[in-house]
């Protein structure tokens, strides 16, 4: 991890709101961007921040969410995420989210990711698989 992630680095992501982000169980007129899509919009947000932040071999997982999603968004309509670094320590980074549409904020909270190297991760998913077929 390079010594230039810190609190205060911003990062912001524009989305479009397409019928893949939206839910369909309210039925067609209501089509509106998906709590669980928001999500993967604000970690893959905050992953490309810490992506220019991290050494070769290192990437982030996600580790925690917390938002409140609060307004709705129809399909067709863009999204603005952006995030700030509040806290860094050790490989744990804390940001925070907001995010609005065109017309008004519809989300504000925070995301934990930790910094993994790649090649211990996988040699732990691979141990820990074979702990598993071992039963």
């Not at 209501?30 to 669980?36: A, D, H, S, V």
């Not at 919009?41 to 050494?55: G, K, P, Q, S, V």
């Not at 050790?90 to 519809?106: F, Q």
Request: hydrophobic share 35%; with cysteine; proline share 4%.
């Amino acid at each position: 991890m390079k010594d230039s992630l810190r609190p205060g680095l911003t990062h912001a992501e524009s989305r479009h709101i397409d019928r893949e982000r939206t839910i369909s169980f309210m039925g067609e007129s209501l089509r509106i961007y998906g709590t669980p899509e928001m999500l993967r919009d604000i970690e893959h947000t905050c992953r490309n921040l810490l992506a220019a932040h991290c050494d070769p071999g290192e990437d982030s997982v996600g580790i925690g969410a917390a938002f409140d999603h609060t307004a709705a968004t129809p399909l067709g309509m863009d999204v603005r995420i952006e995030v700030t670094v509040t806290a860094v320590t050790g490989r744990r980074v804390e940001l925070a989210v907001t995010a609005r549409d065109a017309l008004e904020p519809i989300c504000t909270g925070t995301h934990s990711r930790f910094v993994v190297d790649v090649a211990r991760a996988k040699q732990r998913l691979d141990d820990k698989i074979a702990r598993w077929r071992g039963r």
